[in-house]
């Protein structure tokens, strides 16, 4: 007669990880496309294309002309006097601010002067006007 121990318990010595990471990996690409839906129609405005793009400082403030001409700072409508006082308080803060205008493609060029003229008169020196990258790609520069 055999003997038999009464400890019929096996002990778990690995786990398996890759259902984690699959579902992990499924929540990340889900992730990544929404947010991109939910920041590109926050404002809709048709951008100019260009072929080179620089980069962006850290201290920002971004203006977006729609093409009605109404201004948008930071996602927020606001008028001329809105858009001073912000600007003003932000330049006592940050000296070394940066505006990052966004127009429409179809804005009237007297509007982006205008914010440009705001910008000036409050001391702001740094922008940027903010593009898109076009389809074809420039010959790199010599």
């Known amino acids: 007669m055999a003997s038999s121990s009464g400890n019929d318990d096996f002990e778990i010595t690995n786990i398996n990880v890759t259902p984690l990471v699959d579902i992990m990996l499924v929540l990340l690409i889900i992730f990544l496309v929404t947010a991109t839906y939910i920041v ?29 001409g109404q201004m948008y700072v930071d996602g927020a409508e606001m008028t001329d006097a809105a858009l001073t006082a912000k600007l003003r308080a932000s330049t006592r803060t940050l000296p070394e601010l940066q505006v990052i205008i966004s127009a429409d493609r179809d804005t009237h060029h007297g509007a ?31």
Request: glycine letters at 4%; a neutral charge; hydrophobic letters at 45%.
């Open 40 to 68: 590109k129609e926050a404002i809709p405005i048709n951008l100019p294309k260009v072929s080179s793009v620089g980069e962006a400082t850290p201290h920002t403030i971004q203006v977006v002309i729609a093409k009605s």
């Open 112 to 142: 982006v002067v205008h914010a440009l003229d705001l910008l000036r008169a409050l001391g702001v020196t740094r922008f940027a006007i903010q593009v898109e990258r076009s389809e074809q790609e420039a010959a790199p520069p010599p």
